[in-house]
C-alpha cells in the first residue's frame, strides 16, 4: 500500500505546523491532505490555511482549496440563500 506524507502549514493563534504520513487507499494526495486539514480544523479555532506539502517538495495548496471550495459549492447547492 502507498503511502504520503503531508505537511500542513496554517495560521490560529500563531504559525503552525502538523505533519503526518497517510495511506492513500486509492485517494490522490490532495483528497488525504483535505481530510486532515478539515481533522486540524476541528480542533483548532479559527484555523487559517497557508501551505499544504506533500511528500517533502509538491505544493498541493491550491489543488486542496479548490477541492474545499467544490465541495462547499455541492453542499450549498439548492440551498435558498
Same mark, same amino acid.
Given at each position: *500500500? =502507498?503511502? +504520503?506524507?503531508?505537511? %500542513?502549514?496554517?495560521?490560529?493563534? =500563531?504559525? %503552525? *505546523?502538523?505533519?503526518?504520513? !497517510?495511506? #492513500?487507499?486509492?485517494?490522490?494526495?490532495?483528497? +488525504?491532505?483535505?481530510? !486532515?486539514?478539515?481533522?486540524?480544523?476541528?480542533? *483548532?479555532?479559527?484555523?487559517? $490555511? @497557508?501551505? +499544504?506539502?506533500?511528500?517533502?517538495?509538491?505544493? &498541493?495548496? @491550491? $489543488? +486542496?482549496?479548490? &477541492?474545499?471550495?467544490?465541495? %462547499?459549492?455541492?453542499?450549498?447547492?439548492? #440551498?435558498? !440563500?
Amino acid at each position: *500500500m =502507498s503511502a +504520503v506524507n503531508i505537511e %500542513i502549514h496554517y495560521r490560529s493563534a =500563531s504559525r %503552525i *505546523m502538523q505533519r503526518g504520513s !497517510f495511506p #492513500l487507499k486509492g485517494r490522490r494526495p490532495e483528497q +488525504v491532505a483535505l481530510a !486532515f486539514w478539515k481533522e486540524i480544523r476541528e480542533e *483548532m479555532y479559527n484555523a487559517q $490555511l @497557508e501551505q +499544504v506539502i506533500a511528500n517533502g517538495d509538491q505544493d &498541493l495548496t @491550491e $489543488l +486542496v482549496i479548490e &477541492l474545499e471550495r467544490e465541495e %462547499i459549492r455541492k453542499a450549498t447547492e439548492g #440551498l435558498p !440563500f
